[in-house]
């Protein structure tokens, strides 16, 4: 594509209708799907698929063999890690066509999702929240919540930089930053 302002690998295919942001690289093997919304200053790993309509914000990580099928909302910030796994049907049948039955699975802003995690389609992960390796999301994830297991069940809280927080009183320090947390009905808030 004549003027583009992004970088794609000779191997990675790009459909048209795609919108593609300043300073994206995408990576050996990939495919960009039609009409997809892609933000500025991603990095696409190598084999991810990205399946039409998806719209993923500025500066997210996708890390190598990830499909982000259609129904998925990536904003800012996100970082999905290798080998984790979207779905966007709840009963899905290969004999059945279930393309109108697809569920919206909204990732938030800051949010980071590790390696081999499965996110169940339906769901919204809150922002800055931290999904440990290998777990498997059926649930919504409040806002900084730390989910590990299958199904994942919610372990702590962690800062927006991604550090475990201990609370005493209801309030926290981010051990990196020293940014303070509130934890009030069972949500925490970011002093400011």
């Known amino acids: 594509m004549e ?13 048209d209708g795609c919108h593609i942001g300043t300073n994206t690289k995408i990576w050996h093997f990939s ?7 892609i933000g500025e200053d991603c990095n696409i790993g190598q084999n991810v698929v990205v399946s039409p309509q998806v ?5 997210v990580k996708i890390q190598n063999n990830v499909s982000v099928y259609t129904g998925v909302i990536c904003e800012d910030d996100v ?3 290798p080998s984790m796994v979207f779905t966007n049907v709840i009963n899905p049948r290969s004999f ?5 039955e697809f569920k919206q699975t909204i990732i938030r ?25 290998g777990s498997v999301i059926t649930k919504d994830v409040k806002p900084y919540a730390l989910m590990v297991g299958n199904p994942a069940k919610q ?7 991604g550090h475990r927080l201990t609370f005493e009183n209801n309030t926290a320090t ?6 303070i947390y509130r934890l009030e009905n069972d949500q925490i808030f970011a002093v400011k």
Not at 31 to 37: L, T
Not at 109 to 126: D, P
């Open 31 to 37: 495919h960009i799907m039609q009409n997809c919304e």
């Open 79 to 81: 970082f999905l890690g």
């Open 174 to 179: 981010c051990p990196e930053t020293g940014e």
């Open 109 to 133: 802003k800051g949010a980071s999702i590790g390696a081999n995690a499965t996110i169940v389609c339906g769901h919204e992960i809150g922002e800055y929240a931290l999904i440990g390796a």
């Open 55 to 59: 719209v993923i914000g500025n500066n």
């Open 96 to 100: 059945i066509s279930r393309k109108s």
């Open 155 to 161: 372990l702590g809280w962690v800062s927006k930089n």
């Open 3 to 15: 003027g583009k302002t992004y970088f794609a690998h000779e191997t990675a295919i790009i459909d």
